[in-house]
């Protein structure tokens, strides 16, 4: 069994938000795979089904992004996910827009959703999947991620959210080795 979250905000005011790269992922993989995610649960809503002949649970805390890891602790924990089966969607800042970078471990880098993953978790070697967003160019980083997303823009994220969408796939289907060769790829802006 496979855990997916997703990391992301609640709120309507969030929804088309650079921030929600995870949510937007989790919606896709459930859109693909007819996983409706309406389970409230582990201070999150939930859904069940099956990836690739695997079951799998997808999740997207409820939390807000700075406390998403108690969310990701209590369903793994209650579903028992080794940590290798625990795939951890988010955005990434430091990544171009479009492009994605699948990782098997590493730390949580200035995310603060991922350090809070991290510390809840006690561990940092579990697969993500980061989202490239772009960069503010030294502008306000929070405006940047919880601000408006000009429609060409908006284009390019839901590209991205399909993308992650698409190596989780490979991930259970192929394994991470495969689907880090396929998808590690870098667009230009």
């Known amino acids: 069994m496979y855990l997916i979250a997703g990391l992301g905000n609640p709120g309507k005011e969030y929804e088309n938000t650079r921030h929600n790269m995870g949510f937007k992922a989790i919606d ?64 990434d800042i430091d990544i171009p827009i479009r492009s994605i970078r699948i990782r098997k471990a590493g730390g949580p880098g200035t995310h603060n959703g991922m350090k809070s993953v991290v510390k809840e978790l006690g561990i940092k070697d ?34 991205a959210a399909k993308a992650a969408a698409a190596a989780v796939e490979d991930i259970i289907r192929l394994g991470i080795d495969n689907a880090m060769n396929k998808h590690n790829v870098t667009y230009d802006k």
């Open 28 to 91: 896709a993989l459930a859109s693909e795979h007819g996983i409706e995610i309406k389970r409230s649960k582990f201070r999150g809503l939930y859904g069940q089904g099956f990836i690739g002949g695997e079951k799998v649970i997808l999740l997207k805390p409820q939390t807000y992004m700075n406390l998403s890891g108690g969310s990701v602790r209590e369903a793994a924990m209650y579903f028992d996910i080794p940590r290798e089966n625990l795939i951890v969607i988010y955005d």
């Open 126 to 159: 579990f697969p993500r999947i980061r989202i490239g967003v772009g960069s503010n160019e030294g502008g306000d980083i929070v405006k940047h991620v919880i601000g408006k997303v000009s429609s060409k823009e908006q284009e390019l994220l839901d590209e």
